[in-house]
């Protein structure tokens, strides 16, 4: 018989006390978190969040957190029988082709990512045909099949490094063409770029960033590289979401302005209480599709599983594991 004791609820409760009453908490989420946590332990499940994941969700019922980067990494050695990701669906692919063996759920189908719906395997190989010998560094948030088509992988951590371990002057960076114009600004390297976008961080301007400036002097402004160059130019930072994070636990900044997804700042006050985060607050539909409920249901029935033809397994697998090796 397995011991599923679970933590008491002021344990439970405790990561995001600074953030959330109390109330709140216990009529909103307490009973689901302690759902999930018996659910892990029954069935030797690890969850994986993404730094996007609500606070709940980020604090309390996940096992390792991160940027994409972190994520793989943590998927390649994990030593569990199942893993779950609360993110989102590309996340959930990447971690399956660094664990074929085992049983990787994603608890909303639903929860993709406008950069992957943005190029196909087709799109890829008639770049390659229109500018042959030219290497293809697929970013991250993309399908298994446009990976496949591709010589490396990179996340917006590593971009740079990727892009420069190639020793060329010129690459196919696809498909976020703002992230591939924000490395060709900081490497000099030329990008063949194509024209997908995130959907949240395209929304971000120079100007509204001089206006939170002006509102709030002293402010600093960390903006996410799938920003447009524009406001990368116009902020004091810029890196993955785990380097943002990285840059507040180092400068300690008295107020921030995270020029990215709202969960990043809710997640980063329950840990910060002397930062004060100025929220510009874009928030990202496909994360959002995760919730307590949704992971809860999917570990009672153990779906949805993440299945990979395998035709494209090794080939994509290669793609993201070249990177690792970086
Ligand atoms: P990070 O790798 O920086 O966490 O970014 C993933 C993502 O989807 C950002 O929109
Ligand atoms: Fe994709 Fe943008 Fe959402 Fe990240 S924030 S998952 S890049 S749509």
Known sequence: MLALNIPDRDTLYQPVASIMARDFWEERYAADIEAIIRLKKQHNAVILAHNYQTPEIFHCVSDIRGD?????????????????????????ET???????KKILIPDVAAGCSLAEGITAENVRSLKQAYPGVPVVTYVNS???????SDICCTSGNARKVVESLNVPRV?????????????????????????????????????IRQYRRMHPGVKVVAHPECPPEV????DYSGSTAQMIAYIAEEKPE???????????????????????VRPCN?????????????RKSLE??????????????????????????
């Open 143 to 149: 399908t298994a099949a446009v990976k496949a088509e």
């Open 301 to 326: 029935n153990l779906e949805a599983e993440i299945v990979i033809p395998e035709s494209l397994q090794e080939r994509a697998r290669l793609a993201v594991e070249r990177m690792l090796l970086i």
């Open 232 to 235: 990368v130019e116009a902020a």
């Open 283 to 295: 928030l990202c539909p496909h994360m959002k599709c995760i919730t307590l409920p949704a992971i």
């Open 68 to 92: 994409s980067l972190a994520l793989a990494r943590a998927a390649q050695n994990i030593d569990a029988d199942i893993i779950l990701m609360a993110g989102v669906h590309f996340m959930a």
């Open 255 to 277: 107020k921030v302005l995270l020029v990215t997804e709202c969960s990043m700042s809710d997640n980063l006050a329950a840990e910060y209480p002397n930062t004060t985060f």
């Open 172 to 208: 196919i960076m696809i498909p976020d063409e703002f992230l591939a114009r924000n490395i060709q600004a900081e490497t000099g390297i030329e990008m063949i770029t194509w024209p997908a976008h995130c959907e949240v961080h395209e929304r971000f301007t120079p100007q509204e």
């Open 95 to 101: 971690a399956k082709l660094l664990n074929t063996e």
